[in-house]
């Protein structure tokens, strides 16, 4: 009885061992993780001037689509989906007017550009990193999408027509809210487009399921905008 004590110190000191040096890899391992993240992930400047003009152009070319579309609305008789149509082409007139001609950065003065990349995001099973600003916009990318494709839906119920929010201009668009900063135009269109489906789901089947309507504005459930997006510090 007395060997078989003796033989099992070793390998249980053993096993202490080597769970000590897998913790202490694991902590490095995450140290040069976040050491790499703040030093080769900051803020690109000149990337953001090259997104800034792309923005810019994209934004002088909606309006067109936008009569176009409206046109089409007005053969197939869709009053309701006409007035919301005329709502957000509005809307991101205003959009342009106040982005379209901005001038340069004041990068000296712009808290993103001082701010590491100190939290990241999954999207299609690729990490992205990204700083609290970046985060904010991105939420705001979901909300934005929720309340616009609710009215939409709304409209398409009231109008008495199919569902299908894939044809909405604004869901083909996933431009509203957006300034050209901080975040790529892909990642802003892409959650304000899975905010969008859900709010439109909601309002074409006159329902509360993924959002609530709070002093008249349409906000989706802070639960579910935590399922599509969220958030895992790197330090």
């Known amino acids: 009885m007395a060997l078989c004590v003796g033989m099992s110190m070793p390998a249980n000191a053993q ?5 000590h040096q897998q913790q202490v890899q694991q902590q490095q391992n995450r140290t040069q993780y976040t050491q790499q993240g703040q030093q080769l992930r900051q803020p690109d400047k000149t990337q953001h001037e090259q997104r800034l003009t792309v923005y810019r152009q994209r934004l002088g070319q909606q309006q067109q689509v ?7 609305l007005q053969q197939e008789k869709r009053n309701s989906q006409l007035r ?3 709502q957000y082409s509005t809307q991101m007139l205003q959009q342009q007017r106040r ?3 901005t001038s340069s950065l004041n990068y000296q ?3 993103y550009f001082r701010t590491p990349y100190d939290r990241r995001y999954s999207r299609g099973g690729t990490y992205y990193e990204t700083n609290r600003f970046g ?7 979901v909300q934005y999408g929720y309340s616009e494709g609710f009215r939409a839906g709304m409209a398409d119920r009231q109008d008495r027509w199919q569902s299908d929010y894939e044809r909405s201009v604004a869901y083909q668009d996933a431009n509203y809210g957006y300034n050209g900063y901080y975040v790529p135009q892909d990642d802003y269109s892409y959650y304000f487009r899975e905010g969008f489906r859900r709010g439109y789901e909601d309002g074409y089947n006159g329902r509360s399921q993924y959002g609530r309507r ?3 504005r349409y906000s989706i459930l802070g639960s579910v905008l935590g399922g599509i997006l969220s958030f895992e510090m790197m330090r």
């Open 99 to 101: 982005y379209g001609n």
């Open 84 to 86: 919301y149509q005329r």
């Open 109 to 111: 003065n712009d808290p």
């Open 66 to 72: 936008y009569q176009q579309n409206q046109a089409q």
């Open 15 to 19: 096993h202490k061992k080597k769970k």
């Open 135 to 141: 985060e904010t916009q991105l939420q705001q990318a």
């Open 214 to 216: 709070i002093n008249g």
